[in-house]
């Protein structure tokens, strides 16, 4: 079947840095966003990624496997503003993307 | 920047109750959706459209209408609500065909007793 899968929970030590890990299964793919939601707010697009491969965005970074059906998001030299849900959301064939249930980030001093 | 603005922002009603929700876009984006979020379930599609007049389902489109009166209009329907439709529910709105970016608005928690 479809969907898209993200571990529950993920902590951090402040300054260090944080993998948020996606895993999907699709009938076509066409492309991959992710985006941060930060509790009680919308959801704000992050970035964006269709090819494989390491895409550097500074303090987000994201990769992409294709063939494995497997995406993180990377961010780097946490603060604790980071603390917030980030969600990955999958396009395939159709028209609009499927979200996954999201991953909460804690970002401890 | 895309705006995109909801109304109500919180509403309480009754099982069998009537609810509207309103959503307005002012970046003549094509396309706009409907979501609910829920724990365990993270967002889930109820329906989209790509332009007024136009209605496309989604994933989780079982009681609820819709109706694009605009395009910067945008209205999720419930006409007998019921207590597992309690909910956050968000609207979003994006460019063209196949776009990536979707512009959320701040969304409507309802509550239905």
């Known amino acids: 079947g479809q969907g898209v899968e993200q571990p529950d929970n993920l902590m951090s030590v402040e300054g260090t840095f944080a993998r948020v890990n996606c895993t999907y299964s699709?009938?076509?793919?066409?492309?991959l966003s992710w985006y941060q939601q930060r509790e009680g707010h919308a959801p704000v697009f992050l970035s964006y990624v269709v090819l494989d491969g390491l895409k550097d965005s500074g303090h987000f970074s994201t990769f992409l496997s294709r063939s494995n059906g497997y995406s993180y998001l990377l961010l780097t030299e946490l603060q604790i503003k980071d603390s917030a849900s980030y969600l990955c959301a999958v396009r395939d064939l159709g028209t609009y993307q499927r979200f996954g249930t999201g991953t909460k980030l804690q970002v401890v001093p | 920047e895309a705006a995109v603005t909801q109304s109500p922002r919180n509403k309480v009603t009754v099982t069998g109750g009537n609810v509207t929700l309103s959503c307005r876009q002012t970046n003549s984006h094509n396309y706009m959706y409907w979501y609910r979020q829920d724990t365990g379930h993270g967002l889930r599609l109820i329906h989209y459209s790509y332009g007024a007049g136009n209605l496309q389902i989604g994933d989780v489109p079982d009681g609820y209408k819709a109706t694009r009166t605009t395009q910067e209009d945008f209205f999720l329907l419930l006409e007998l609500a019921s207590p597992s439709q309690t909910s956050l529910y968000f609207c979003a709105s994006s460019e063209g065909q196949g776009a990536y970016e979707q512009y959320f608005g701040p969304g409507t928690r309802l509550t239905v007793l």
């Open positions: 699709t009938s076509g793919f066409n492309g």
